[in-house]
């Protein structure tokens, strides 16, 4: 849907791209502390990315 981002008038540009950059915190069960550390750690790690494979040496 962000593709289409250059076609639409600016108040509506500018709410999709607020909304592509908006970072919502994981869902968690306020009643169980340890399903709560897990999600936030499952979060976490979807935020940042898998690591990049080292280049070979050209």
Do not use: F, H, I, W
């Not at 500018?14 to 968690?28: I, N």
């Not at 499952?42 to 070979?56: C, F, H, S, V």
Request: charged fraction near 40%; glycine fraction near 6%.
């Amino acid at each position: 849907m962000s593709e289409d981002v250059d076609l639409l008038p600016e108040p509506e540009k500018a709410r999709v791209t607020a909304r592509d950059r908006k970072v919502r915190g994981p869902r968690v069960v306020v009643d169980n502390p340890g399903l709560r550390k897990v999600q936030m750690q499952l979060a976490e790690r979807r935020r940042a990315g898998k690591p990049k494979a080292p280049q070979p040496p050209s």
